[in-house]
């Protein structure tokens, strides 16, 4: 799905480009997969723009595409983070980017029309009776709802108390919790503790996997002390 139809937004070049994953990525999807369809909690440590929210946003689409009947919820901390008409870079403008790629023939066949099937943080496939839902992570999060899956994206930036209030209540709406945030509050955090419990499937997406970014990389761990790691650049150069 992701190396064939999936397309991601780029804005350094304003350009939409295929969604071809990177090594470390391809795990990552197997493993939140894998949870989904077992009903494990998956743990995203992530740094910046390595794509942890895309993945998880367009996974969620393909299986809505994919399955009947599967409902999935998307929070963050604000609204305006989970879905903001215009604004490129919400949970839901990831969603909306595979619906807008998707080839004619599979848009057709699922029954999906924009006006229709996409409200304010709500995505419904007719085909399928299959739907995204979208939520703020506040004390309220989800409550009533029952879902397939569900991303809490951001959570180590959620007020403690909050995060609190929302790990106690969650798992009465899935037996999936994704969770996902570049930094925790702290190690006695709801993110942190969620990532050390033994039923949680780890994910690392850290920007030292990435091709793009880990040219020339080496460590220093100790002052003075430097190791090379890719030897190979630093030959060339």
């Known amino acids: 799905f992701f190396n064939t139809v ?9 350009l939409n480009h295929p969604f071809i994953l990177r090594p470390a990525q391809i795990p990552a999807v197997e493993v939140l ?4 369809e077992n009903g494990y909690d998956a743990g995203i440590n992530k740094s910046r723009e390595e794509g942890a929210s895309e993945i998880s946003c367009k996974l969620f689409a393909a ?3 994919l399955y009947e009947y599967v ?8 609204k305006e983070l989970v879905d903001n008409r215009g604004d490129y870079y919400t949970l839901f403008a990831k969603v909306d980017n595979v619906f807008n790629c998707l080839p004619s023939w ?5 029954g999906y029309n924009s006006k229709v099937n996409r409200k304010d943080m709500l995505l419904t496939i007719p085909l399928n009776s299959s739907s995204i839902v979208g939520e703020t992570t506040n004390e309220s999060f989800s409550a009533g709802s029952r879902a397939t899956a569900l991303l809490l994206d951001e959570f180590g930036r959620v007020d403690a108390a909050t995060a609190t209030a929302i790990e106690g209540s969650v798992h009465d709406v899935s037996n999936c919790i994704i969770y ?8 006695g955090h709801c993110f942190n503790q969620a990532l050390g419990k033994k039923t949680t499937k780890v994910v690392e997406l850290i920007w030292y996997e990435n091709p793009t970014k880990n040219k020339g990389l080496y460590t220093s761990p100790e002052p003075g002390n430097i190791t090379l790691i890719d ?3 630093w030959r060339q150069n």
């Open 6 to 14: 999936a397309f991601t937004y780029n804005p350094w070049t304003r």
């Open 33 to 36: 997969d894998w949870c989904i």
């Open 63 to 65: 299986k809505i595409l």
């Open 71 to 78: 409902n999935f919820i998307v929070g963050s901390r604000k």
């Open 106 to 110: 599979w848009l057709e066949l699922s």
């Open 180 to 187: 996902s945030s570049t930094h925790w509050l702290g190690s």
């Open 231 to 233: 030897v190979e650049w």
